[in-house]
């Protein structure tokens, strides 16, 4: 059966995970722990670990551990200029046009940041929507039940028709779990046979077409 839906994560898939913008993020999460809920800079690194293991994101444990509103906090944290770190990026754009899928972004970020991002790399055009931290009521991946919310919000297609990329294993097992097929972006490490795993995104093509001719033999 061929693949009919795109699940694309944002941060750290679409480009580099190294190019600087998740590291400018975290700065910002650090200095929002730091100057509005007057948290000791010493201690932030290992709460910000402690959260993201135990709840998957930063946000996600600010929320249930200070009740953060996490609106403000979405705005402090991504208030970043991305002409710093990102450029159009012209063979990304010719991939996604023609690749035939309908596609989603699929992040735990939200909607304004993400939209910046694809501004900056000039392919927002591509996206038939963005599935974000707030359409998932500021539930996160790897949370097993923002897999079927975002499968809800793009359609409802048959998860064996989906594709979810993702630079993060811990994202993707969820996913592998409901029958979506899952690609790791990025390093490998670790990686169970049933995910594929491509260094960039610019490779996409090539793992779609390895999937429909594995489920068509």
């Known amino acids: 059966m061929p693949i009919s839906t795109l699940l694309l994560d944002l941060d750290g898939t679409l480009y580099p995970n190294q190019n600087g913008i998740w590291d400018a993020i ?16 010493a201690e932030i690194p290992k709460t910000r670990q402690q959260y993201y293991q135990k709840y998957g994101t930063t946000l996600r ?7 953060i509103d996490p609106l403000p906090y979405l705005a402090y944290v991504h208030d970043i200029s991305m002409k710093d770190f990102l450029q159009p990026d012209p063979e ?9 899928q309908e596609k989603w972004i699929f992040t735990n970020s939200d909607q304004a940041h993400a939209r910046r991002v694809l501004s900056a790399l000039s392919i927002e055009h591509h996206f038939k929507g963005i599935i974000d931290i707030i359409k998932m009521e500021f539930n996160n991946k790897p949370n097993p039940l923002v897999y079927f919310k975002a499968l809800s919000i793009a359609g409802s297609p048959s998860p064996n028709t989906c ?20 690609v790791l972006v990025g390093s490998a490490q ?10 960039t995104i610019h490779e996409l093509p090539l793992v779609i077409k390895a999937i429909e001719k594995k489920v068509n033999q």
Do not use: V, W
């Open 163 to 182: 594709l979810f990329a993702d630079d993060s294993l811990k994202n993707l097992m969820p996913a592998d779990e409901q029958g979506i097929h899952t």
């Open 190 to 199: 670790n990686i169970l046979n049933s995910h594929y795993h491509i260094q």
């Open 26 to 41: 975290a700065q910002r999460m650090d200095l929002y722990m730091h100057e509005i809920l007057k948290m000791d800079l």
């Open 61 to 67: 444990g600010l929320q249930e551990n200070y009740h």
């Open 92 to 100: 990304l754009n010719s991939i996604l046009e023609n690749l035939p």
